[in-house]
């Protein structure tokens, strides 16, 4: 390269064959929806037909709707937000697993989580829909394997994945108390808790060490005393070695 070099930067990570498929699905399935609202009656259908509706899967076993509801989101902010995630975080794990073995757990945890809004749910007329169970399944997942990686919360302060990730727990915990958005709430923790189950029981992946960074700290500041204590030992020793002046 004539001695050369040449910098790449690049914001993200780089986009694997299934979540871009995956992206590529959810963008037309809310282009269609986007069509479909100039007709308000066949925008319901669709959503009814193809959303997770606890009532019709009881009436009329429209089992699918366990899938297809993952495919459908309610706004354009909702189908951003779960789109980056899945770029951000879900492109690492295909990484790691392959394209099949991300599939496996990204339908598994989507389907716990529409398994946990239709138990909490059990006769409501109401639709589920949306990605998040997946994506929180894939938060998870990411702070399984990668826990001391940092993660700028907010988009300004670093914070380890593992932290960031009970952090939603916590949040999605106490918002699953609150009753106008209970079902959500509960579907997201039913996407964390089952990839959670995955992790530890499939993967045999074994939970991160929550206090690392902690244990870290402290044995900074123990060198640090260490290296103090050394330093005045050989400060004593050196004057012990001088020759006395009579």
């Not at 399984?144 to 593992?162: G, M, Q």
Request: glycine residues 8%.
């Amino acid at each position: 390269m004539n001695g050369q070099y040449r910098y790449q930067i690049s914001f993200g990570y780089r986009l694997t064959p299934a979540v871009k498929w995956l992206i590529i699905i959810n963008a037309a399935v809310y282009f269609l929806q986007m069509i479909l609202r100039f007709n308000p009656l066949l925008e319901a259908r669709f959503i009814y037909l193809f959303g997770l509706v606890p009532n019709l899967v009881n009436k009329y076993l429209m089992l699918w709707q366990f899938g297809t509801y993952l495919f459908l989101h309610g706004s354009f902010l909702h189908i951003f937000v779960n789109m980056f995630a899945l770029w951000m975080f879900g492109s690492q794990i295909e990484s790691a697993w392959g394209s099949k073995g991300f599939l496996k757990y990204y339908f598994i945890t989507g389907l716990g989580a529409g398994l946990a809004s239709y138990l909490l749910s059990f006769h409501s007329p109401i639709p589920t829909i949306g990605a998040s169970g997946s994506i929180y399944g894939i938060l998870i997942a990411f702070a399984f394997l990668y826990p001391d990686r940092k993660i700028l919360l907010f988009f300004i302060l670093p914070v380890r994945a593992i932290t960031v990730v009970l952090l939603y727990g916590v949040l999605e915990f106490f918002g699953s108390l609150q009753p106008g958005s209970m079902v959500s709430h509960v579907a997201h923790l039913g996407g964390m808790v089952i990839g959670m189950l995955y992790l530890l029981l499939i993967k045999r992946i074994p939970f991160p060490d929550l206090f690392s960074g902690f244990k870290k700290i402290l044995k900074r500041i123990r060198l640090k005393q260490l290296e103090k204590e050394y330093k005045k030992m050989q400060d004593e020793n050196d004057q012990d070695d001088k020759p006395v002046m009579h």
